[in-house]
């Protein structure tokens, strides 16, 4: 497929000076001296874009992705390096993209359209389209100032798509419309997405960019961290939200060595999957073994406890590779403590295979009591539900944390660890099925 | 050169080609001066029409200032000073149209080098204002008019190219320097009394005359009172003519250099 946007090498530095009178002075100064802090919003960018693909650029607010976006636009140079896009670029940065507040919103779709360079015939052809996926009434008329912020997104969104771009650039934009509009706009990107255009999504939501992109970058400190598929990109992305640096890891796991594993109190239960995992030797991570494991884990933490094994129980087989839907299923896992924690937190989460979190839980949001742990010393927790999911792929993210006077420390977390097959018989539509009854009544 | 060449041919090509945005912003902006207030339209004509009142008391009744070459005073001024009003509106509306617009440079892909040129388009229907203002006091004061009017229309565009060049040249300068604009109002400000607006030139000896008409703004007030009031063409003051052309294409070339030349940072710092 042929690449429509390059980015090569691209930097962008913003110079920052303390007041206006430093500028000129840096421009006066007979010796060139410096008066600005030199800024590096991105840093030695590099990224293609294929045609037709949907890609999600996510990181921090300060990671640099707006300056991006508005480089790849062309509303910004770049520094150094080159920023090229073929074809006709339609983006909706922030809101209302270069709407005259005075004007009406009929003047504005004319405004924005010779922008784009339509002539005024072409821009009477797609008014009547636009007006009608706005759907503002008769405030189309009316000043724009005047407008809600939704009306204000309506049109904003519609002018952008009616411009019959070659790439769409999606910012935060659509979070302040209606759910009504935005599903309207999630079918036109599909639809978009069917044609073959090339859609830039730039969200905080993970879930959004897993539903709707095939590919996505995490930018971080102006630099690209990360370029692949958006599953593996998002659990990143919250690894950098939530987590702490990884170079922690290294130092306290080889600190903690030396604590051999123990079970303090052996649980009595009469389960005899359960009493082999039990039994099983703690000198070494199990959890690699297990016919269940993901090898594309994730895995992240300060490395003071460790999650060392884990068992899937589903109707009296221990780790099926397939789940049949609503049946129960139990997980077990154990976890090693390498330090003295007085308030650990354990938690699961269940996603789909694109990442969109089906739920999550864990026993600080479930306020639910937990022991305090000894160093060495080996918990083991169960989590039991039913599985009423359709047929799909499904990853369950285990996780151990500590809480220390309200903050959470990771310890460590394995996002998409556990790969679940689930078959559910029926067809039905969706990610949750609901037992749902259907009558036909007359 | 050649390079200058090729500046001002890129402007004029993105004029031409940003026609109707132009021609939608232009309209937009004569709206905005317009609606809003509850006279609207009426405004801009009594604060000429103030202006003019007052400078008939002061002159006229006050001072008894005698009608040079026996052409009433107010009419004599008037002519002049709408040259120069023209002038120097454009050039402080062009000078502050980007700074005005922010909002499109930051967040669109915006030619920004078209927002001078909306701004004097704009500001043309204040010099319509102003010269029927002008026609009526000469029609009162009983001053002849001729075809040599319709010249006003040739001066108009030589103040607008000239604005245009200058507006530039500043409009980029202020996104850099906010002071540029104040700086402007200040020099624009001078300017005004060394331009023979108040006065007559011909009350200097000939020898030291040239000094005036260095300003090139001496072409324009001269420019218009040939036009309403010696009914003289601008053909039969060629050295004027070529000199004022010659500064207006340099100030044109300087001021669109400029402009490509730090176009490209705008975005950064407005």
Known sequence: MSIVVTIENLSKCFKLYRGPKDRVKEWLH????????????????NFSIKKGESLGIIGRNGSGKSTLLQIIT???????????????????????????????????????????????????????????????????????????????????????IHVDPDILIIDEALAVGDVKFQNKCYRKFHEFQEMGKTIIFVTHSTDLVAKHCDRAVLLHQGRLMMDGNPNDVINKYLELLLGIPEKKQEKESSQAKAEQPRIVNVPANSDPLFKEFLNKDLSEDHCLQNPTYNGNEHRYGDGSGKIMDYLVVGENNANPLQIQANTIIRIYAKYHFLKKVETPIFGLTLKTIDGVEVFGINTLFERQDVKPRETGEVAIVSYEFPVSLISGEYFVSLGLAESQSGEIIPLDRRYDMVHLKVYNSSSKMGIVDFDLQLQELV | MRNLINTLLSLFGTIYRYRYTIWIMAVQEIRAKYAGSVLGVVWNIIHPVVLVFIYWVVFS???????????????????????????????????????????????????????????ILSNLINSVVFIVLLILIMLIQGVDLSFYAFQAAYYIFAISMLSLGAGWFFSAASVFIKDANQLLAVALQTLFWATPIFYNIGMFPESIQVYWKINPIYYLVEGFRDSFIYHRPFWDSPELTVYYWTFTILVFLIGGWFFKSVKKEFADII
């Open chain 1, 30 to 45: 007979p010796l060139r001296k410096q008066y600005h802090q030199p800024f590096w919003a991105l840093q030695d960018i």
């Open chain 2, 61 to 119: 009744v006050g001072f008894k200032v005698p009608p040079p070459n026996n052409i009433p005073f107010l009419s004599w001024f008037f002519c002049a000073f709408v040259a120069w009003q023209c002038f120097a509106e454009s050039l402080l509306s062009a000078s502050n149209s980007l700074l005005r617009n922010g909002n499109l440079i930051k967040k669109t892909v915006f030619p920004a080098q078209i927002l001078p040129v909306i701004s």
């Open chain 1, 74 to 160: 062309g509303v910004m140079s770049p520094t150094s390096g080159v920023s090229v896009a073929d074809g006709r670029i339609s983006a909706l940065l922030e809101l209302g993209t270069g709407f005259d507040m005075e004007l009406s919103g009929r003047d504005n779709l004319y405004l924005n359209g010779s922008l784009m360079g339509f002539s005024k015939e072409q821009i009477a052809e797609r008014v009547p389209l636009i007006e009608e996926f706005a759907d503002i009434g008769e405030f189309i008329d009316q000043p724009v100032k005047l407008y809600s912020s939704g009306m204000f997104v309506r049109l904003a969104f519609s002018s952008a």
